[in-house]
T-cell receptor, first 111, second 114 residues
Framework: DVKVTQSSRYLVKRTGEKVFLECVQD?????MFWYRQDPGLGLRLIYF???????EKGDIPEGYSVSREKKERFSLILESASTNQTSMYLC??????????FGSGTRLTVV | AQSVTQLDSQVPVFEEAPVELRCNYS??????LFWYVQYPNQGLQLLLK??????LVKGINGFEAEFNKSQTSFHLRKPSVHISDTAEFFC????????????FGQGTRLTINP
């Protein structure tokens, strides 16, 4: 089975800090994604990547950036964390036919 | 652009009762359809998917869904639920030309009462 591992399960950061969320997948999937999950809003796509060093904005990219230097690793960066970025962050990977494999999520609290 | 509407934010049912979770989508082109489940304190897990072929799709844990193109719906059903089915369920759609990009609905929280 494909495994998607997110480096932290819970994270507490201060306003203005630079925050790195790491995601690693072990099955050579070309596509990787970052979503945030908020009650009543479902999952909203922040950024995705379909190849190494390639990235595309999703629906809510403001305040975020990403990095994909290796195929298996996709990092989400909050340049200057704000309280409205408190959320559950989910990483996923997939092949081109769709059907994602998700990580367990990182619950980020910005204080 | 495509969109997904899950018509119920919460569905309470009694144990061993049947359940239907409703999902409608909007798209001007052909789509793939998915249902994901999120058990408490876990990530999302693929329940089932429709790519082509038979419109009745069977998934894990006794769930099934039916694709209805004329109604643009993909409702999820289970004939008899258990306490362990308590979870949040997400419907998702991707357009075939950009199959890797999913759009999710808002989620439906299924609560099973004993």
């Amino acid at each position: 089975d494909v495994k998607v591992t997110q480096s932290s399960r819970y994270l507490v950061k201060r306003t203005g800090e630079k925050v790195f969320l790491e995601c690693v997948q072990d099955m050579d999937h070309e596509n990787m994604f970052w979503y945030r999950q908020d009650p009543g809003l479902g999952l909203r796509l922040i950024y995705f990547s379909y190849d190494v060093k390639m990235k595309e904005k999703g629906d809510i990219p403001e305040g975020y950036s990403v990095s994909r230097e290796k195929k298996e690793r996709f990092s989400l960066i909050l340049e200057s964390a704000s309280t409205n970025q408190t959320s559950m962050y989910l990483c996923a990977s997939s092949l081109s036919t769709g059907g994602y494999t998700f990580g367990s999520g990182t619950r980020l609290t910005v204080v | 652009a495509q969109s997904v509407t899950q018509l119920d934010s919460q569905v309470p049912v009694f144990e061993e009762a049947p359940v239907e979770l409703r999902c409608n989508y909007s798209s001007s082109v052909s789509v793939y359809l998915f249902w994901y489940v999120q058990y408490p304190n876990q990530g999302l897990q693929l329940l089932l998917k429709y790519l082509s072929g038979s419109t009745l799709v069977k998934g894990i844990n006794g769930f099934e869904a039916e694709f209805n193109k004329s109604q643009t719906s993909f409702h999820l059903r289970k004939p008899s639920v258990h306490i362990s089915d308590t979870a949040e369920f997400f419907c998702a759609v991707s357009i075939i030309q950009v199959a890797q990009k999913l759009v999710f609905g808002q989620g439906t929280r299924l609560t099973i009462n004993p």
